[in-house]
């Protein structure tokens, strides 16, 4: 009994720095799927010795999951099996599934795709559709992001980054923020793509995670 209750107690020293409940956990885990293949998130999930992951789907409710650390550690086992940058490019495709899959799980993500929406001019629907994504993250992830803006750009930041919690890295490690952002706004824009790009990472010693994100969709040819 006394030796449970300590399991319970270290238990809850490693979520020190928050929780992604099974809700956010399962949509993160079939948006890998979809990128990675059911094979190769296996062996992800286990080289993150994670592996009870991939045994059975999460109950979509909002119970506490995987700690920040092991949230990281996952982001960490991609980029380990497939070398930094690929490992990176698939996070970032996989942050584009999980606004799509999202859309039924998180009612606010729908508003961003509502044909009514569409009818607002497009900064209001830029500058609202990453405060509803923020508001939803705040809620649900225990992360602290806030959107603030320059003439030039919209600053999107992390305080508290589950995706590089606790990592040290060379580079900027949270991708699969990126793709969530471009995908929402693409979205929210009815089709445009704005430039995202992770300029400081707490992974690398940062303060905060902040993405810069283009005030008006990139020139497409
Ligand atoms: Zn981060």
Known sequence: MAQRLE???????????????????????????????????????????LPELAEQALPPNFEPALSFSEVAQLNAAIDEMHGTRSGQQLSLRAGHAVFRHGIKDFGGLLSVADVAFRILPLSFRVRLSMEVLAEILNRYSGQHVRLTETPE????????????????????????????????????????????????????????????IGRAPSVTA
């Open 153 to 212: 750009s919209y600053l999107w930041i992390v305080e508290r980054c589950a995706i590089c919690w606790g990592l040290q890295v060379a580079a900027p490690a949270c991708s699969i923020v990126t793709g969530l952002l471009s995908e929402t706004l693409y979205w929210a824009s009815g089709g445009r793509s704005f430039q995202v790009e992770e300029v400081t990472c707490a992974g690398l010693g940062d303060p905060a995670c902040m993405f810069r």
């Open 7 to 49: 399991t319970g107690v270290a238990a809850q020293d490693s979520r020190e720095g928050g929780y992604f409940p099974n809700k956010l956990v399962r949509l993160l885990l079939f948006s890998l799927e979809d990128v990675l293949g059911s094979n190769s998130l296996r062996a992800v999930l286990t080289l993150a010795r």
